[in-house]
């Protein structure tokens, strides 16, 4: 013990006396590779978990997006019965775990890891990283609307956490390298390494950018995807959705449309989550029972609307082509952002594990393939052959301006897409998403401070 704490030690002096160059190249790489290691762990936990929890003992087949395997899935259920047993049991056992054995790790995961940036960068505990993991396996894996990303960002922002105890960092320090473990391992999990250095920079902050964690994130972000992908695989999630898009100014119309909608369903997302979040003290029951409630009414509300269980980012796949979109019900396109949206607070606002980003794509690629199919019926000038590019540009917006970060995220949901293309129309609807929603101070990551002036 003596010697493993003196090896700390000395390398730990090592780091503070090294210059900025060589301090984040190390720190950068290690946090990196633990990132991509745990994305990597993370993704494997969750298929094996939803394969048999949803496929062997449910009978559903879902579906996935290109970078998963691109299977089509179907919305059919071979026992229906079993679903909202598998829910209310995935979400009990969860968050029995969560609450036996780390507390702190109940939630979507990521408002701990931003807190800590401005707190204490050295107060994320291992065991509550563990916990996450198996909890959010358990959550999205039986069914749960939630999204991969918050564990991964756990487990690297952990990582950093750690290191800022063990090699003693200064809080300066420390708090970048939390922040580069929030964006590593979004960024990894989702194979977009520039979104995620972007991320690590703005995620902290609603009307600010940490010019400080940009450059090391370039590092450790390439290093986190390097990991991810040389073991499986550098496919974009989507693929290449829409690969020769030109830029259309006839179409800057829709783009307008799109930002108005999806500005509001980003903010009725944040304000319905953690509307939830509130109202749950005020209900009976304990912090085992109100999840596994929230669980059962998920599985229940699966049997009209099968997209909403579990990630969905299949769904988006299936959502992006003529074909596959017209299999769905209009009814479904339509009324999917909203039972995306209360699925997701009844997951994860009642107190489950697991990810909001991965909710905030799936609702706003529908926001757009909603819009898309009505725009086809009216024949009007402008509308793209396929709702791909209504469906990419709806995901940057939706999300990145409930976020407060637009940038990172309308170059992840690009880097996701395999389709940077699309980027001067997307410019369009973000920026009017974001001016609409940054008049408000609703955010769907709470922990945000507004600026580094009002940090306390």
């Not at 030690?9 to 503070?16: C, E, K, L, V």
């Not at 300066?172 to 990894?188: F, N, Q, T």
């Not at 830029?247 to 800057?252: A, E, G, I, M």
């Not at 304990?286 to 009414?297: D, H, T």
Request: proline share 5%; with cysteine.
């Amino acid at each position: 013990m003596i010697t493993r704490l003196g090896t700390f030690g000395r390398f730990g002096a090592f780091i503070r006396a090294s210059g900025y160059l060589r301090k984040w190249l190390i720190l950068g790489v290690s946090i990196g590779v633990i990132a991509g290691l745990g994305a990597v762990t993370f993704y494997l936990m969750l298929d094996y978990t939803g394969r048999f929890l949803l496929g062997y003992l449910g009978g559903y087949d879902q579906p996935t997006a290109v970078g998963d395997g691109g299977h089509p899935g179907s919305a059919d259920f071979a026992r229906p019965w079993a679903i909202p047993l598998l829910t209310f049991g995935g979400a009990l056992v969860s968050a029995l775990i969560v609450a036996k054995l780390a507390p702190e790790a109940e939630g979507h995961g990521t408002d701990s890891a931003i807190e800590a940036v401005h707190t204490d960068p050295r107060a994320i505990r291992a065991r509550a990283v563990l916990v996450k993991m198996v909890a959010s396996a358990l959550t999205i894996g039986s069914g749960g609307s939630g999204g991969r990303e918050g564990p991964t960002a756990q487990i690297s922002a952990g990582f950093g956490s750690l290191l800022t105890r063990r090699l003693d960092l200064t809080d300066e320090d420390g708090r970048i390298a939390v922040a580069l473990g929030i964006g590593s391992g979004i960024g990894a999990i989702f194979g977009a390494p520039l979104g995620g250095a972007v991320l690590a920079a703005s995620i902290v902050y609603r009307a600010d950018f940490d010019y400080r964690s940009l450059i090391p994130g370039f590092i450790t972000s390439a290093t986190a995807y390097g990991v991810y992908g040389s073991i499986l695989g550098f496919e974009p999630l989507f693929g290449h959705v829409v690969p020769e898009y030109t830029f259309d100014p006839r179409q800057s119309v829709w783009f307008v449309i799109i930002g108005i909608a999806s500005a509001a369903v980003g903010y009725l997302y944040a304000r319905v989550f953690y509307g939830t979040v509130a109202l749950m003290p005020l209900l009976p029951g304990g912090k085992v029972i109100k999840p596994a409630i929230g669980g059962l009414l998920v599985g229940l509300m699966a049997l009209l609307i099968p997209q909403v269980l579990g990630a969905g980012y299949g769904w988006v796949q299936l959502a992006t082509t003529v074909d596959t979109l017209a299999a769905i019900p209009v009814w479904i396109v339509l009324l999917l952002p909203l039972a995306k949206i209360l699925a997701t607070s009844l997951s994860i606002g009642t107190g489950g594990s697991g990810g909001i980003f991965g909710p905030g794509i799936v609702i706003g690629a529908f926001v757009g393939a909603a819009i898309w199919r009505i725009a086809d019926l009216t024949g009007l000038p402008g509308i793209p052959d396929g709702p791909g590019l209504f469906v990419i540009v709806a995901m940057m917006a939706c999300f990145g301006s409930a976020a407060h970060a637009p940038l990172a995220v309308m170059i992840m949901v690009a880097e996701m897409a395999g389709s940077f293309s699309v980027l001067p129309g997307a410019m369009i609807t973000v920026g009017i998403a974001y001016l609409m929603i940054s008049r408000t101070n609703v955010s769907i990551y709470s922990a945000q401070r507004l600026n580094r002036d009002s940090e306390t």
